[in-house]
């Protein structure tokens, strides 16, 4: 593993990471990610034992799609609820930016509320007339992982489920879709992912750039999008 030096604009927020799990306690896990160290992008963590991670270890798929919704310019905040191991987490995934605009690093909060859920089921079906449809939070399954690769192999999965075919049944342009898909989930922010998911699908790695050379290409933001995946490779991500 290539270590790269801590960006000196994480170093005001060291403290805040241990502040806010002081303030919230121990089932408040606060997580700091510099981009710049990608795919190892933890560099602070406080209660990682909510989902089993420390300092060196990788994002997860929707920190990763956190980060390219805002390097395209959309919420610096975003709030979703997910579940690792059985536990219920309110998430919260903050981007950091400089004064030009640029993302330089995402603080993420993952409150284990399992117990407030738990109480929430068991209060509705005591004062439930008849029976209690559907689930009281919905939740999504966020991928935690010690290794990139498993969360790159997670993010194809769940699209290869959502789709509904095995590689070999599906056509071009399904497979594009997938590549599409996984390019709006920044699974491409992480370096070699491409020959990841083209021994997934199927393809070349040749095929995955041609693919995502295409996708970009009618979009309006396209080029900013590259000029971002340059300055994620010389940030030892790509």
């Known amino acids: 593993m290539v270590k790269h030096p801590l960006d000196s604009r994480m170093r005001p927020f060291l403290p805040l990471v241990r ?4 303030m919230f306690g121990p089932d408040c896990e606060v997580v700091l990610h510099d981009v710049g160290r990608l795919p190892h992008s933890i560099v602070a963590i406080e209660n990682g034992d909510i989902t089993g991670r420390g300092v060196g270890d990788v994002p997860t798929d929707l920190m990763l799609r956190s980060l390219r919704a805002a390097s395209e310019g959309g ?4 709030l979703y609820v997910t579940s690792s191991d059985g536990k219920v987490l309110k998430s919260l995934a903050v981007s950091l930016r400089d004064a030009d605009g640029e993302v330089f690093g995402i603080l993420g909060l993952n409150f284990d509320v399992s117990g407030v859920v738990q109480s929430q089921r068991t209060l509705a079906n005591l004062t439930a007339v008849g029976s209690v449809g559907g689930d009281t939070v919905p939740e999504t399954e966020e991928i935690f992982a010690d290794d990139i690769r498993d969360v790159v192999a997670g993010m194809v999965a769940k699209i290869l489920q959502e789709v509904g075919k095995t590689p070999a049944a599906m056509s071009r342009e399904e497979k594009m879709d997938v590549v599409k898909r996984l390019e709006e989930r920044g699974a491409f922010l992480v370096k070699r992912s491409a020959e990841q ?3 997934a699908l199927d393809l070349s790695r040749y095929t995955i750039f041609s693919y995502l050379k295409e996708i970009r290409r009618p979009e309006a933001g ?3 999008r590259a000029a971002g995946a340059s300055t994620a490779r010389r940030g030892g991500k790509a």
């Open 197 to 199: 998911v083209a021994e």
């Open 19 to 22: 502040g806010l799990a002081e």
């Open 75 to 78: 919420p610096d905040v975003r």
């Open 222 to 224: 396209g080029s900013r």
